[in-house]
């Protein structure tokens, strides 16, 4: 590690509000277990004209799964004391059950359930109680890739952790996080506080400078994949808790940072509710949260015994800020990739039959493609005639075909270009048997919209689009949990006289998923 500069990270922390434009944030980063940089700025709440403090509690979000993880470790023990009690949770399995080490290490293949509440025909800013996330996780019977085998961001793992430690403890997760992790910790107005519409201490804000910032709505009981309220002094004492016990092999950080495998050896990216990342040939370990209205990361390097942390009351890049926090004090510098320009051969959609998921490519200029795969956009650099790479992925042409790489996921997929119009006789009414739920698809004036119907009730409806021979997308920018799964992918099946049985609806979060075709 050069020299750490003070100086370089203050002045970056001076351009945030100007950059990352938004009510308010609060970051910090620490040094050998001390406080370097504490600072806060902005208003936790506009309309009152309340301040943003270090003291301010603000949702975690996700940031919460490996205090989970941590309580599982320090509460029960290792993961494999609680296999059988998931098998009996998931009793509905038809085929290989994850192992609740396949849980914390987001390797499950269970498909996210925040994802399948759309599905489920749940309204974004509607009431999910505890007992609707049990129906709908004890309802599964399927993964999307067998376990093990592949990484996947899965909430609902975390949510079955919680109900699987409070059910062999006997005690509830608030009270095993306050007493195991919080007070030895000296994390001292942290709290699990599961409904979200309970917590009114800080605003959480939607939008930007062009359309405004409004109150974000969120009435969603969540507990394991999130939930925790902390103050960027709480989140500073849970670094100085990590630094104070490094030296020790039994100390919980320790046990949930070490690294996690695949089923065939390949080093893993995730383990325990911690993301794994490199920076300047450093290893990184920490985590991002995001509600809507909300954003968080905390970054942690052991070898420096450095910590860097970012906490937003609105739906800025907290995850960027912490990174560019975290190279600052290593001093690791970033140069751009050498680009060529796209040509046109690139643009367009591409299907991977197996998993039903679709890659859109488009020109974004100077050398960039935006890409669509994942949950949000991606920006991919074309650095040769036929490679393109982002931060996550990396493809490769060869005529007709891309040949897609996501190495932390340890996902190959052959994806074929999709050419030619769709057929319009798409309109129907589709039934998910494993979700006991139904897709209505319908034409109304020449254009088509999709609505989803399930337990959780009637969505609004949404507009399709084709990308190719029976594969349409279906955008979905809002959801209960955020971000929202982004666009599904529909793919149909035809039998031997070419009429519709069927297909499969899937995203990132959630792949594959059937669906046959009913008669009203």
């Known amino acids: 590690m050069s020299k750490f500069d003070l100086s370089a990270l203050e002045a970056f922390v001076r351009t945030i509000p100007q950059h990352y434009k938004g009510p308010g944030g609060a970051v910090a ?19 009152a004209r309340k301040a943003m403090t270090p003291e301010t509690r603000m949702p975690i979000c996700s940031v919460s799964k490996q205090f989970t993880c941590a309580v599982l470790l320090d509460s029960v023990g290792e993961p494999e004391v609680l296999d059988d009690a998931l098998a009996a949770y998931l009793d509905k399995f038809a085929e290989k059950r994850p192992s609740v080490r396949d849980l914390c290490n987001n390797q499950s293949g269970l498909r996210d359930y925040w994802a399948l509440t759309v599905l489920c025909g749940a309204d974004p800013e509607g009431v999910f109680m505890p007992e609707q996330a049990q129906s709908l996780l004890r309802r599964l019977k399927t993964t999307h890739f067998a376990p093990g085998t592949h990484y996947s961001y899965c909430n609902g793992n975390f949510r079955i952790l919680a109900d699987l430690i409070e059910q062999h403890t006997g005690r509830t997760l608030i009270e095993l996080l306050s007493e195991r992790i919080f007070q030895p910790a000296g994390m001292k107005t942290a709290e699990l506080i599961p409904d979200t519409a309970l917590f009114d201490e800080c605003i959480g804000y939607e939008g930007d400078t062009v359309r405004g910032f409004l109150p974000a709505v969120n009435r969603l ?27 020790d092999e039994n ?115 100077r050398g960039r493609m935006k890409a669509r795969f994942g949950t949000g956009p991606e920006m991919m650099d074309v650095v040769g005639e036929n490679e393109a790479r982002s931060s996550m992925t990396t493809i490769r042409r060869d005529g007709d075909t891309i040949h897609l790489a996501r190495e932390d996921e340890n996902l190959s997929l052959t994806m074929q270009r999709l050419q030619g119009a769709a057929k319009q006789d798409v309109a129907g009414r589709y039934r998910s048997d494993e979700l006991e739920a139904d897709l209505l698809i319908v034409n109304e004036g020449g254009a088509f919209y999709g609505a989803f119907e399930g337990f959780l009730g009637k969505s609004d409806m949404y507009s399709l689009y084709e990308a190719g021979p029976d594969v349409w997308l279906l955008p979905v920018q809002r959801s209960m949990d955020a971000p929202s799964p982004g666009e ?33």
């Open 221 to 247: 009981h969540w507990m394991g994949d999130a939930g925790i309220c902390a103050s960027l002094d709480d989140m500073i004492a849970w670094e100085q808790f990590i630094d104070a016990t490094r030296d």
């Open 251 to 365: 100390g919980i950080y320790r046990r949930l940072s070490g690294p996690q495998t695949f089923s065939d050896g390949a080093a893993a990216p995730y383990g325990l509710g911690l993301k794994f990342e490199e920076t300047g040939g450093k290893r990184l370990t920490g985590h991002g949260g995001a509600l809507r209205g909300w954003r968080s990361q905390r970054w942690h390097c052991a070898d420096e015994r450095l910590s860097a942390i970012a906490l937003f009351n609105f739906e800025g890049g907290a995850s960027d800020v912490a990174f560019k926090l975290m190279n600052i004090a290593l001093g690791v510098s970033t140069s751009e990739p050498v680009r060529v320009e796209a040509d046109a051969a690139w643009f367009g959609s591409w299907l991977d039959h197996e998993t039903g998921l679709v890659l859109s490519l488009e020109d974004a200029g």
């Open 29 to 47: 980063v620490l040094k050998d277990g001390k406080v370097v940089l504490r600072h806060a700025w902005g208003f936790a709440d506009l309309a």
């Open 488 to 520: 599904w992918k529909l793919v149909f099946h035809r039998d031997a006289k070419g009429e519709i049985t069927g297909m499969t609806v899937g995203c990132w979060l959630a792949r594959h998923v059937d669906y046959r075709r009913i008669q009203e």
